[in-house]
C-alpha cells in the first residue's frame, strides 16, 4: 500500500518537475553521501570552489554536520555571499582564493550563474546546454596550492573530505595537492563526461589519476546535464583510498 501511494505521488510530482523518492542509503545519492561522511567519521570538509557557500549549508543543514569546514572561494562577489553564509559559524573558515597547481594570480572568467565561472575558456556545447551561464566579465584572483594551504588549514585534522569543484580546473588542483592527498582518504571531484571548458580533464583521466593513487570509485551523483537532448555532461564521483575503503 506504501509502495502504491509513494508510486502515485512521484507521478503527481513529476509533472511539476519534481521527484519523490525514498531517501534511502542504499538507493539515494545524499543519503549515500551522508551515511558515507558519517560513517568514516569526517572531521574536517576541504571545500574546493565554494561559490555561496551551498555546500556547506548542505552539510549543516542537511546532514547535521558538525565537524569543520574550510571553504576556498575566489571571486568577490561570491566570496562576500560565501562569508555571510558561515557567519556565526565558529567551525567554518571561508578563504578568499583558488586552488591550483602553482601559486600566482590568475584571470577568472566570471559566468552569468556565477557558480559556471572558470579560469578557462567555456566551450559551445556548455553555452548551448546552460545559456544563462555564459561568461559576462572577467576578474583577477589570488591562487595557492592545496600543499602550501594544508597544515595552516587542517592541523590536527585525521579523516578529512576533500571536494573539489573548480570548473574544469580539477587536475590543476590534484596536481598541486600531491602531499596533501597523503592524508587525505575521501575525495569528491566534479567530473565532465564531454569538453565544456578548453583544455580540461575529462573523466577517464580524472579517474585513472586517482586510481594510480589508490583510490577506489565508491559513490556517482548526477551533476548537470543538457536538458534539450538528455546528455549527461558532468557527474561527481566519490572516491575512496582502497585501503581505506575496505575497513
Known amino acids: 500500500m506504501l509502495m502504491e501511494i509513494l508510486r502515485s505521488a512521484q507521478l503527481f510530482a513529476r509533472r511539476f518537475g519534481i521527484d519523490v523518492m525514498p531517501y534511502k542509503p542504499g538507493s539515494h545519492p545524499i543519503a549515500r553521501r551522508q551515511r558515507l561522511i558519517k560513517h568514516h567519521r569526517i572531521d574536517t570538509v576541504l571545500d574546493v570552489g565554494a561559490n555561496t557557500g551551498q555546500f556547506g549549508l548542505e552539510l549543516r543543514r542537511q546532514f547535521g ?105 580539477e587536475a590543476q588542483v590534484l596536481r598541486g595537492a600531491a602531499r596533501s592527498l597523503e592524508r587525505i582518504d575521501t575525495i569528491q571531484l566534479e567530473m565532465s563526461l564531454a569538453p565544456l571548458y578548453a583544455g580540461q580533464a575529462l573523466f577517464d583521466d580524472l579517474y585513472a589519476d586517482l586510481r594510480s593513487k589508490g583510490y577506489m570509485l565508491v559513490g556517482v551523483e548526477n551533476n548537470f546535464g543538457n536538458a534539450q537532448t538528455g546528455q549527461l555532461l558532468q557527474i561527481d564521483g566519490i572516491f575512496r583510498r582502497e585501503l581505506a575503503a575496505q575497513s
Request: with cysteine.
Open 65 to 169: 554536520y558538525r565537524g569543520r569546514i574550510v571553504s576556498f572561494e575566489p571571486l568577490g562577489a561570491a566570496y562576500a555571499k560565501l562569508e555571510r553564509a558561515a557567519r556565526g559559524d565558529v567551525d567554518w573558515q571561508v578563504l578568499q582564493m583558488g586552488l591550483g597547481d602553482m601559486p600566482g594570480t590568475q584571470t577568472i572568467h566570471v559566468a552569468g550563474n556565477s557558480e559556471s565561472s572558470s579560469i578557462l575558456a567555456m566551450l559551445k556545447l556548455h553555452e548551448e546546454s546552460a545559456p544563462h551561464s555564459r561568461y559576462i566579465g572577467e576578474e583577477t584572483i589570488r591562487i595557492e596550492t592545496l600543499d602550501a594551504m594544508f597544515d595552516k588549514t587542517c592541523g590536527s585534522a585525521r579523516n578529512i573530505y576533500l571536494k573539489v569543484d573548480t570548473q574544469g580546473y
